[in-house]
């Protein structure tokens, strides 16, 4: 290969790129991202595989993030399931749908641990904490990989810190802060054997992650022993200038292929390494390392011996009724009842008239979330679809868009119950799409008042792709229900929890904060020195709100009660009972966590470090069992990993915020 046709394979670009059949035919072309069909692959394939001189395959990536035609719940929603077999389901059909239309790469999952609300891109990850998040990010590896799409951990690393949750923002932390928090999901798609990582966008403690050595080196190459390729994020090589880590692209392309990023997405910035090689600024090695992992790669996903897509198979591919069994099964697990006083819920199906009101009552389009690849909105089950196929014949639906509040009104009064469907449009989470303010949007906190105002029922359905500040509806609605988006079989999927078809067991993933001023607010945040007491004005809350947050994480109702009992600590084994104290079967999500009360360092209050799903009917009682593993009592110290002897506290329980308590000795 010619130094140039090498740095062809470390170039990717979008099929809008000006000449790229030209720019493929002479050998510049390594990877394409953004086709549509299996035809737009083979077409540049065959440039790529009978032009070029190389013959070298182009390897075809997408974001493919929560479905590709067939679209599942986003990824908080999916975390909300606490079932690592619903994200490798979901990834597993994406993968396979994404696979009939040519493309062998996708860029998921996002396992960027997330604190901040504001942060748009929230609504990509698992949420707040690094052991859900390492579960869910190596379930999702596992999916895409076992349908041969090579997955992609992005954004490496600690992109979810930005400062002010604003979007491509700055980052600052501290070593102890990035290995117990933002790294360990990377770590778990790593050792699930992840093809590709990557590189973010943000400076890392004032070195931008995509020239940054330490993570990309040190700990990924180094420590990690990563064999695959890593990606930088789109144009962020030559963002190393705005940055003002480099003064040209080519300074830029010298850092970023040093520090480790494999290839350059669409900046076109690493052709600039000819010049460096041959002016000896950057050795010819460096370069070929990079080329080796990208055509390993190829290898992996069989480009070498099956280069094209059978186009024949691609539409029966989609949409399947397994798919979309599939999308309703993994969005009812991913719906979180949050209140549900009466019960309210579950609604009866011949119900005389239900009123549903709100912005996405009857929106097909939001209900695909941020980042639905090739989901199309006609694909997808509206909230208001989803109840005229659930409730009986006789039942009349009125809807209202709430735009005029008076006319939702009327609706709300004729009816026997008002679903109101509120929350944010799609668009309004996701990437650049970071917010000041999570209250409900526009006038949804007026239009929900008004039909509360009324006194007839009123159950709240939030879709959102962030936690939002409801702490009116938190105190005045009877019934809430947290949907995020639920993707193409969202009606369908809601329906049956509404109804009572299925129990809702979601799980928040993150917490949900009474006020943006509460932000950064998550669970396992440190004691500090004067630990809240309501009555000394001198230790750390505020004056205006409770240090509580409105949700906590991990919290989540059902339609029936679960009881925790009789905690045993046997040797390093802690178990508890749980019981199911009301009349219908349910599924809990039992959690614990571990406490390190005295160290060498200030710990967190507790962490995540086990969870099960348990199955009960009605006055079932099973017990739950979590070995405390010794690796999941270390923290990060100056000379690395470190566990130290000492007392120990656990809990098991139904969320972070509650549980069975107890105490263990860990000796030398
Ligand atoms: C975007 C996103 C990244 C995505 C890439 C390609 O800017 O940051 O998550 O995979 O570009 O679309």
Redo the contacts with the bound molecule.
Sequence with gaps: MTLEEKLGQLTQFTPGKKDLPALIAQGRVGSV??TGTSDDVNALQRVAVEQSRTKIPILFGH?VIHGWRTIFPIPPAIASSWDPRMAELAARIAAREARSAGLRWT?AP?VDIARDPRWGRIAEGAGEDPFLGSAMAAAQVRGFQGSDVLACA??YVAYGAAEGGRDYNSTDMSERMLRQVYLPPFKAAVDAGVGTL?SA?NALNGVPTTANRHTLSDILRGEWKFEGFVVS??DAVVQLIPHGVAATAQEAAIKAISAGVDMN?VDDSYITLAEAVRSGKISQSVIDTAVRRVLRAKIRVGLFTDPYTDSSREAAAMLTKENLDAARQVAQKSIVLLKNDGPLLPLSKTARTIAVVGPLGDSQEDMLGPWSALGKKEDAVSVLEGLRAKVSPATRLLKATGEDISAAVAAANEADVTLAVLGEARGMSG?AASRVSLDLPGSQQQLLESLVATGKPVVLVVMSGRPLTIGWAAEHVPSIVWAWYLGSQSGHALADVLFGDVNPSGKLPVTFPRSVGQIPIYHAHLRTGRPPEPDDKYTSKYLDSPNEPLFPFGFGLSYTKFAYRNLTIEGMTASAEIQNVGDRAGEEIAQFYIGDPVASVARPVKELRGFEKVALGPGETKRVSFTIQRDALAFWSDSGWKVEPGTFKVWIGPSSAEGLEGSFELGQ
């Design positions: 991202f953004g974001d860029f996002m992005k954004h990557m966008f994020d789109y997405m990437e």
